[in-house]
């Protein structure tokens, strides 16, 4: 029902995404680190330009590191650094957290993407494992100070991409999605004082806790978590800025995807053996969730219907109509968007708000690198379940140097093993997960 417009609308809204969002690096930069063709003796050129690049992080003045950077991201958009990063992977790391630990908020934003960007490369495994490990304490106390929403945010982005990349426990994914949640919706005390984020601070933060919320099985967080998180995401929806709401609105759809409101509503409703639990605090709690789920439901089908105000764009409006009408499709028919995107000349599906999120937020992060990326990156390939055609695979591996074949295509490489880590991790995931083929009921008689 609705699928086949479903699938135009969400096509136009990836399309129409500002692929310019992402940290930016210096024409200088770009036209010093320009594609070239893969060969071992232009590795060698290209490797040389990123260990000036490397060397040159190293120097006082803080202008220099920020032009540093700024040319590291460029290659790693413009090129999959396999060779250069099993070479000098703990350098790049180390020294780009030194850039979060003292630079300015421009070097703190660069050096973040420079780590997202070392964590795709690398790709699932104890390297990317040791990226997340090592950047969490950095980046959460960088975090403490939110003057800055252009670093806030790429700091929060920075952590979405190592999480996702690089978590091997629930704990840990759980770890990072707390340090944004506190964020959002701080827990107040003697020593924490409210601070009132921008809509763009907001917007962020929310779309990356939902973007490490689709690696999660939602049954493993608990029931309290849960309420607290649904409650506040349904507070968003009535926020002036249109893209506060539609951040909230697929977080909530995908809250809803993973079957968690059910889990949690159930856990009120009944007690172990099966029956319905006795005492006004079971009772009043099984209330507030059918009536939060009634609330949740009210606020989708108004903000589907919005009409334009004083100060709106059309294109802002039609974004919110056409994204809170997946979201209402789906909560009373249990359909998700389905997406079909161009890349190259192959077609990328997705069908899920799961997959949906995931896309959204990869494509703003790697801005115009994504192309590249999803063409040549084995990593983001699994995630997506996306397999360029022969052509575009031979002539990556035409390409590919002789260290990024060692690194890349042997069956003891660190790529094979960390694809066959992300794998298992996904299936272990799609077990417990009753993804996208429900309707989400609205009433006593569905819980």
Same mark, same amino acid.
């Given at each position: 029902?609705?699928?086949?417009?479903?699938?135009?609308?969400?096509?136009? #809204?990836?399309?129409?995404?500002?692929?310019?969002?992402?940290?930016? !690096?210096?024409?200088?930069?770009?036209?010093?680190?320009?594609?070239?063709?893969?060969?071992?003796?232009?590795?060698?050129?290209?490797?040389?330009?990123?260990?000036?690049?490397?060397?040159?992080?190293? @120097?006082?003045?803080?202008?220099?590191?920020?032009?540093?950077?700024?040319?590291?991201?460029?290659?790693?958009?413009?090129?999959?650094?396999?060779?250069?990063?099993?070479?000098?992977?703990?350098?790049?790391?180390?020294?780009?957290?030194?850039?979060?630990?003292?630079?300015?908020?421009?070097?703190?934003?660069?050096?973040?993407?420079?780590?997202?960007?070392?964590?795709?490369?690398?790709?699932?495994?104890?390297?990317?494992?040791?990226?997340?490990?090592?950047?969490?304490?950095?980046?959460?106390?960088?975090?403490?100070?939110?003057?800055?929403?252009? *670093?806030?945010?790429?700091?929060?982005?920075?952590?979405?991409?190592?999480?996702?990349?690089?978590?091997?426990?629930?704990?840990?994914?759980?770890?990072?999605?707390?340090? &944004?949640?506190?964020?959002?919706?701080?827990?107040?005390?003697?020593?924490?004082?409210?601070?009132?984020?921008?809509?763009?601070?907001?917007?962020?933060?929310? !779309?990356?806790?939902?973007?490490?919320?689709?690696? #999660?099985?939602?049954?493993?967080?608990?029931?309290?978590?849960?309420?607290?998180?649904? $409650?506040?995401?349904?507070?968003?929806?009535?926020?002036?800025?249109?893209?506060?709401?539609?951040?909230?609105?697929?977080?909530?759809?995908?809250?809803? @995807?993973?079957?968690?409101?059910?889990?949690?509503?159930?856990?009120?409703?009944?007690?172990?053996?099966?029956?319905?639990?006795?005492?006004?605090? $079971?009772?009043?709690?099984?209330?507030?969730?059918?009536?939060?789920?009634? *609330?949740?439901?009210?606020?989708?089908?108004?903000? $589907?219907? @919005?009409?334009?105000?004083?100060?709106?764009?059309? *294109?802002?409006?039609?974004?919110?109509?056409?994204?809170?009408?997946?979201?209402?499709?789906?909560?009373?028919?249990?359909?998700?968007?389905?997406?079909?995107?161009?890349?190259?000349?192959?077609?990328?599906?997705?069908?899920?708000?799961?997959?949906?999120?995931?896309?959204?937020? &990869?494509?703003?992060?790697?801005?115009?690198?994504?192309?590249?990326?999803?063409?040549?990156? @084995?990593?983001?390939?699994?995630?997506?379940?996306?397999?360029?055609?022969?052509?575009?695979?031979?002539?990556?591996?035409?390409?590919?140097?002789?260290?990024?074949?060692? &690194?890349?295509?042997?069956?003891?490489?660190?790529?094979?093993?960390?694809?066959?880590?992300?794998?298992?991790?996904?299936? #272990?995931?799609?077990?417990?997960?009753?993804?996208?083929?429900?309707?989400?009921? &609205?009433?006593?008689?569905?819980?």
């Amino acid at each position: 029902m609705g699928k086949r417009n479903n699938q135009r609308k969400n096509k136009a #809204m990836l399309d129409s995404d500002d692929e310019n969002s992402s940290v930016s !690096s210096s024409s200088t930069a770009r036209s010093d680190l320009m594609s070239v063709s893969g060969t071992d003796e232009v590795q060698v050129d290209k490797d040389s330009l990123l260990e000036q690049a490397l060397d040159a992080l190293y @120097e006082k003045r803080g202008s220099t590191r920020e032009k540093a950077l700024a040319a590291i991201i460029d290659a790693f958009n413009t090129n999959l650094q396999h060779q250069f990063v099993e070479k000098k992977f703990a350098t790049l790391l180390h020294l780009c957290l030194n850039s979060i630990k003292k630079g300015s908020s421009k070097e703190i934003s660069l050096a973040c993407h420079a780590i997202g960007l070392l964590a795709l490369t690398v790709g699932s495994g104890d390297n990317a494992h040791e990226i997340l490990e090592e950047s969490v304490i950095p980046i959460s106390q960088a975090l403490k100070s939110l003057s800055d929403s252009l *670093k806030t945010v790429s700091l929060v982005e920075c952590l979405a991409i190592v999480t996702f990349v690089g978590a091997t426990k629930t704990e840990e994914t759980e770890r990072s999605m707390q340090i &944004m949640w506190q964020l959002l919706h701080p827990k107040l005390g003697s020593n924490v004082v409210a601070v009132k984020l921008p809509a763009a601070v907001i917007t962020a933060v929310v !779309s990356a806790w939902a973007f490490i919320l689709t690696t #999660m099985d939602g049954c493993s967080l608990n029931s309290k978590d849960w309420q607290e998180y649904i $409650s506040y995401l349904s507070t968003l929806l009535d926020k002036d800025d249109r893209s506060v709401r539609i951040a909230s609105g697929e977080a909530l759809a995908l809250i809803f @995807e993973t079957g968690s409101i059910e889990k949690f509503a159930t856990e009120n409703k009944t007690t172990p053996d099966g029956s319905v639990p006795e005492g006004n605090k $079971s009772r009043e709690g099984y209330a507030h969730i059918l009536g939060l789920k009634s *609330k949740i439901l009210n606020q989708v089908r108004s903000l $589907s219907a @919005e009409a334009g105000g004083k100060g709106s764009t059309k *294109k802002d409006l039609n974004s919110q109509r056409n994204l809170f009408k997946d979201v209402l499709e789906f909560l009373e028919d249990g359909y998700a968007p389905d997406i079909s995107m161009k890349i190259g000349g192959d077609s990328l599906q997705t069908s899920t708000w799961s997959e949906f999120i995931k896309l959204n937020f &990869m494509k703003h992060f790697l801005g115009g690198g994504f192309i590249k990326h999803m063409q040549d990156n @084995e990593f983001l390939q699994v995630v997506f379940g996306f397999t360029p055609k022969r052509k575009h695979l031979l002539g990556a591996e035409h390409q590919m140097s002789s260290g990024e074949k060692r &690194m890349f295509r042997s069956p003891n490489s660190i790529q094979n093993k960390a694809r066959t880590q992300f794998l298992n991790k996904q299936r #272990m995931l799609s077990k417990d997960r009753n993804v996208g083929h429900f309707a989400v009921g &609205m009433g006593d008689e569905d819980m």
